[in-house]
């Protein structure tokens, strides 16, 4: 099997998986400890998560704090279900559902307009009770990368919070400046069950899980050393590869418009993170086509609503129709993909894609 589908999950890094077997020790390996109990064993394993802390804080700018979570989901809703205020947020068209969702239902709430790249303008009318606004680095289904660095500096002007979705971008590039971000440590080759918010100093958040009180009280719940160390190990690798990932990813990229060249990009090429190819080709039966290629593995969407049938969202949001849409696929590519993989992937989709051309 060749894996194309790094947006939706990427493979586990051995230095993350090493680092998690201690912390899943049986009785003799003493690695299975509770790290809020106060004897021997819970000291460890207390020890452990700190020092992962440290390293998955490495990757966010400085003056904040890391809350543990159990993914990017469960930090994007303590992010805006526990921010103060009853006024509106304001969400760009192609955010993850679980920020436009929690949005929605957490009160009132604007959507703001992307173009046909997918760029989400700064300068576009905010509404005049915004008590936050939140716009993703990298999106995760179309890559194009936002310009936070503007949109941080609008909200600071207009006194509100800044909320970043960096999952597809921390351990990829400098995460972007906010008051709170999102990460999941499965996107870059971590486990899949842990991830964190990071909080800027000052900024102040009411618990939305409530039990013992762990995490600074904004998060209940026993934490898990075995995931946390697998975070942290990840984290401290992307750091190290950072330069070396995205040469790699460049040259992959590079290959790839080669290999599609008969196909059209959805989403800006040059503001977009190369990671992500999200191409189509109208009239292109894509539940066919991946039927017939499955070997490949590659999304026809994001992986989280293309069981749905439903024409993609992001795509709609960019103007596309639902017909386009509907014909667009994602490959996503990174640290362990090989150019061999690639070049077999693209054989056997292009294949594919005559086959279904012939019977038009």
Not at 40 to 68: N, S, T
Not at 228 to 233: D, L
């Amino acid at each position: 099997m060749i894996y194309l589908d790094y947006q939706a999950t990427t493979p586990l890094a051995p230095e993350a998986r090493d680092a998690m077997l201690k912390w899943l020790d049986g009785p003799d390996g003493a690695g299975f400890g509770n790290p809020h109990s106060p004897h021997r064993m819970g000291r460890q394993a207390a020890a452990a998560i700190e020092a992962a802390r440290d390293k998955v804080a490495a990757l966010f700018p400085p003056g904040g704090q890391v809350i543990f979570t159990g993914g990017a989901t469960e930090a994007l809703n303590l992010a805006i279900r526990g921010s103060a205020g009853d006024g509106a947020v304001a969400f760009s068209a192609i955010e993850h559902s679980a920020v436009a969702d929690t949005a929605k239902a957490a009160g009132a709430h604007e959507v703001l307009s992307v173009g046909e790249d997918g760029l989400c303008d700064p300068a576009q009318n905010l509404p005049q009770d915004a008590r936050m606004i939140a716009v993703m680095q990298v999106n995760n289904e179309i890559g194009v990368i936002q310009s936070v660095s503007d949109w941080h500096r609008r909200a600071k002007e207009a006194g509100v919070l800044f909320l970043v979705d960096a999952v597809q971008a921390y351990g990829k590039m400098p995460v972007a400046q906010a008051d709170l971000i999102a990460v999941s440590a499965h996107k870059f080759h971590g486990p899949k069950g842990i991830g964190a918010l990071w909080v800027r100093d000052g900024v102040a958040l009411t618990e939305q899980q409530t039990g013992g009180g762990q995490e600074a009280g904004l998060r209940s719940g026993t934490l898990s050393p075995a995931l946390i160390a697998g975070f942290g190990a990840a984290a401290a690798l992307a750091q190290e590869r950072m330069e070396a990932d995205a040469a790699h990813t460049e040259q992959l990229w590079t290959r790839a418009r080669d290999l599609f060249a008969g196909w059209e990009l959805n989403g800006s090429e040059s503001a977009r993170w190369h990671g992500n190819l999200n191409i189509r080709r109208d009239g292109l039966d894509v539940a066919r086509l991946m039927s017939d290629v499955r070997g490949v593995m590659f999304s026809a969407g994001s992986a989280c609503a293309s069981g749905s049938g439903k024409p993609s969202k992001v795509l709609k949001a960019i103007g596309l129709t639902d017909a386009q849409a509907k014909s667009s696929i994602r490959l996503g590519f990174g640290r362990y993909t090989t150019l061999d993989d690639l070049e077999a992937a693209a054989k056997a989709i292009n294949a594919a894609v005559k086959e279904q051309d012939a019977w038009i």
